[in-house]
């Protein structure tokens, strides 16, 4: 029998709907190849829990786990798996389980799903839909991709807006292709253009003779199919909307955006940004392999090395001042290292910042201003510090005085690149978090080489 016992990604006690036991009984399962077994365990888990299982698996692990159950992945796990692996669990399902699965997803799953298949897994998907959700699907795909048109779903509920509440009533009633879950009726004129939407709540707690026109929600408003999911992701959270019609160029309605996957954008792209700062590709997943996680991180390393040539630089024109007073070269990365930590403060607040639009060219300036002086409070207070412990420790208040007034001036320099940086990427066009770090370490580095060692040149040679 092949070998499964891979190492697993680490499972802890208190994990919520996944506990360790029942990844260690499942994984046993899979050993024995006792199908009858594994159903048993899966068969009370939610959805979101089969996903989870399935991710943390080892390659050989799945495919062995989707051999045994693949019969069993409805449409609810395929639209939980991560998409770092759905492409594997796709290839592997069979077409009529495959076909079953789609069925049974929305259109904006389904949408989400096939964007990143081959085309041959493409054609079995589209092939498993009936003729309008395929309609739909490929229209949906029309749009550019990240845009709110392959993030809407097409399946809709909607009124005339001359209806009243007891109309709407009896229409929900009596129709049975309602999505499963939605938020607001969505009023249309005559030619589908929205023109406001009403929530389930007052629907219900109002009259029936009340026209629908007198209960709509001030937060309505509509989102054009080409707008880019980020600008999505920021009005659905400005606004606490939740959900918003989608229409076309001609403002006719063609879908909806609901809250989750307006929120499932927010969180991508504050991962996207947070592994972009670490300068890792934000294609990188936990369950990739050694080749690739190093294909992916190498490039940054490299241009990370050329950058470090600077401060290496910088030292080397100080040759002879380190030759003559040797503890410089122990000090020196108290400096710099102090400096790259307040840089990465300020960038990462900076960065946020940008992100939720919390700041703008409007409030630029008072941004500014606030961290030059947090930067020159926080160089003081450490320049204190190291001034006594130069006095007191090494015996040299010239040693303390350069290490305080080198801290002062990396602290401001770390302050301002932090806060400048990703604002003049942004102004560029350019992602801030992508670039940022790089050139912030870089700036503290050579300025904190070059103020303590020019500083210590001049003051105690």
């Not at 770092?84 to 079953?100: C, G, K, N, T, Y």
């Not at 629908?212 to 992701?233: Q, Y």
């Not at 504050?270 to 992916?296: K, W």
């Not at 001036?409 to 940022?436: E, K």
Request: hydrophobic letters at 45%.
């Amino acid at each position: 029998m092949t070998d499964l016992r891979e190492p697993e990604h680490d499972i802890r006690d208190d994990d919520e709907g996944l506990s360790k036991e029942t990844f260690e009984n499942v994984t046993k399962a899979i050993d024995a190849d006792d199908g009858q077994r594994l159903d048993t365990l899966l068969e009370p888990m939610h959805a979101a829990d089969v996903a989870d299982l399935i991710e943390q698996l080892t390659p050989v692990r799945r495919r062995a786990f989707l051999d045994l159950y693949s019969g069993e992945i409805d449409g609810d796990i395929l639209s939980e798996i991560d998409e770092s692996i759905r492409d594997e669990v796709v290839e592997q399902l069979p077409h009529d389980v495959l076909a079953d699965a789609v069925r049974e997803m929305d259109t904006d799953d389904v949408v989400d799903l096939i964007e990143d298949l081959e085309e041959p897994e493409q054609q079995v998907v589209l092939a498993a839909l009936d003729d309008s959700d395929r309609a739909a699907v490929e229209q949906s795909l029309t749009y550019p991709e990240y845009s709110a048109g392959r993030l809407m779903q097409s399946e809709t509920v909607t009124a005339p807006e001359h209806w009243t509440v007891g109309e709407t009533i009896d229409f929900l009633r009596q129709e049975d292709w309602l999505p499963d879950q939605f938020y607001h009726v969505i009023l249309v004129d005559p030619r589908r253009h929205p023109t406001g939407y009403v929530t389930l709540g007052k629907l219900l707690s109002s009259r029936r003779n009340v026209p629908l026109r007198d209960i709509c929600e001030d937060s309505f408003r509509t989102i054009p199919a080409r707008e880019d999911e980020g600008e999505v992701a920021y009005v659905f959270n400005k606004y606490h909307l939740i959900s918003a019609p989608v229409v076309d160029d001609d403002d006719r309605l063609v879908g909806v955006i609901t809250i989750d996957d307006a929120m499932s954008v927010l969180d991508e792209e504050h991962e996207e940004d947070f592994l972009r700062m670490a300068r890792v590709s934000d294609e990188s997943h936990v369950s990739d392999g050694p080749f690739q996680t190093a294909r992916q991180r190498l490039p940054w390393l490299v241009i990370n090395l050329f950058t470090a040539s600077l401060s290496a630089l910088v030292i080397s024109l100080f040759e002879g001042t380190v030759e003559r007073l040797v503890i410089l070269a122990a000090l020196m990365p108290i400096v710099a290292s102090t400096g790259g930590i307040a840089g990465t403060q300020s960038l990462a607040v900076a960065v946020r910042a940008l992100a939720t639009r919390e700041l703008t060219s409007a409030n630029a300036r008072r941004v500014i201003v606030r961290e030059l002086f947090a930067g020159m409070l926080n160089g003081l207070g450490l320049a204190v510090l190291l001034g006594l412990a130069g006095t007191f420790i090494l015996g040299s208040p010239g040693i303390g005085l350069v290490l305080g007034m080198a801290m002062i001036a990396n602290q401001i320099v770390a302050a301002m690149g932090g806060v400048l940086v990703p604002l003049t990427l942004s102004r560029l066009g350019l992602d801030p978090a992508l670039a940022s770090g790089t050139f912030v370490t870089t700036m503290t580095d050579v300025m904190g080489f070059f103020a303590f060692l020019g500083l210590a040149s001049w003051i105690l040679l």
